[in-house]
């Protein structure tokens, strides 16, 4: 059993800045493509960014490129996402996961942590 615990949320002004981080126990993640999730009340999960196993691969959703920046350490089995000039309309739960393929959907993650909560004030 994989166990994802994701860390890093709160509450930031707009303009500011949070790292997230996901930390996987009991699984070397080295294998595995992470990527996160995030969701806004009363909105369905979205893409956020995707990287791929060795971290040469990354994609990101539209509405966050140029501003948050996925990376990994396969030596420390963490993930993490920088997110600078955040904006209120990025407030949501982020998730992390993992899975065996690059890809931006949540049926291709099988391992689920269970969400820090980023809140961004206008």
């Known amino acids: 059993q994989v166990h994802l615990a994701e860390s890093g949320g709160g509450l930031v002004q707009a303009g500011g800045s949070l790292r997230l981080s996901c930390a996987a126990s009991?699984?070397?993640?080295?294998?595995?493509?992470m990527v996160w999730f995030r969701q806004a009340p009363g909105k369905e999960r979205e893409f956020v960014a995707v990287?791929?196993?060795?971290?040469?691969?990354?994609y990101y959703a539209d509405s966050v490129k140029g501003r948050f920046t996925i990376s990994r350490d396969n030596a420390k089995n963490t993930m993490s996402l920088q997110m600078n000039f955040l904006k209120p309309e990025d407030t949501a739960l982020y998730y992390c996961a993992a899975g065996p393929i690059v890809s931006g959907r949540e049926s291709d993650f099988p391992f689920w942590g269970q969400g820090t909560q980023v809140t961004v004030s206008s």
């Open positions: 990287i791929g196993e060795r971290g040469a691969r990354r």
């Open positions: 009991d699984w070397a993640l080295s294998n595995d493509a």
